[in-house]
Every structure is written in structure tokens, then in C-alpha cells.
Nanobody, 120 residues
Framework: QVQLVESGGGLVQAGGSLRLACAVSRTISRYDMAWYRRAPGKQRDLVASVTTDGYTNYADSVKGRFTISRDYVKNMLYLQMNSLKPEDTADYYC???????????????WGQGTQVIVSS
């Protein structure tokens, strides 16, 4: 079973930055990767994804502010979050993903996530 361990969350003021990290217990070289988030009382939503070729895609709400990246050697995934807003407050999760009929689907069981709180 693949383990996903997210870290880097915390409390930050609006306009601040955080860098999230995700450690994956197996190779990520053959998988697209993604960050998701779940705000309090809401469903888990896709935030950003990156293909094995390095192509990235972002939710409209974070475009221009968040950057997803990956390290194949360390089996790590990152999310640089700048210009944070209170509406970015959520638990953030990573996962390996596959694409099926235009949908991006998580592959592994979810990790514990890392909490991000943005104060106004």
C-alpha cells in the first residue's frame, strides 16, 4: 500500500505564502500527480495536477498563485502557494492520479493531509 504524507501546512495571514510537500512511499515517475483540498463542510476538490511530462493544470481559483512541482528522485510532490486568501483555508491532500474519460481520478488511499488556515 502506498503511503502519502503531506506536510507544510500552518496558519498564515492573507497575502502570505506556504510550501506544501508530499512524500510518496513508492515511485511517482509513472504517474501523474495532483493536489486536492477540502474546505470545512465541503467536498474534496482538485487544486492542481502535473503530468509525467511536466505539464501542469490548475483550478481557476488558484491560477497564477499556486505552483505544483515534483521531484522524481525523492518521490516528492510540492505545492507553492503565494498570495494566499482566506478562501484557501482547507485540508490539503496529494495523490497519484490517472486520467479516464477526461476525468482525473485518485489512485491511492488518502493520507492525513495538511491543514492550511489563512487569516484575514
Amino acid at each position: 500500500q502506498v503511503q502519502l504524507v503531506e506536510s507544510g501546512g500552518g496558519l498564515v495571514q492573507a497575502g502570505g505564502s506556504l510550501r506544501l510537500a508530499c512524500a510518496v512511499s513508492r515511485t511517482i515517475s509513472r504517474y501523474d500527480m495532483a493536489w486536492y483540498r477540502r474546505a470545512p463542510g465541503k467536498q474534496r476538490d482538485l487544486v492542481a495536477s502535473v503530468t509525467t511530462d511536466g505539464y501542469t493544470n490548475y483550478a481557476d481559483s488558484v491560477k497564477g498563485r499556486f505552483t505544483i512541482s515534483r521531484d522524481y528522485v525523492k518521490n516528492m510532490l510540492y505545492l507553492q502557494m503565494n498570495s494566499l486568501k482566506p478562501e484557501d483555508t482547507a485540508d490539503y491532500y496529494c495523490n497519484r492520479v490517472i486520467r479516464n474519460n477526461g476525468r482525473i481520478l485518485p489512485v491511492d488511499y488518502w493520507g492525513q493531509g495538511t491543514q492550511v488556515i489563512v487569516s484575514s
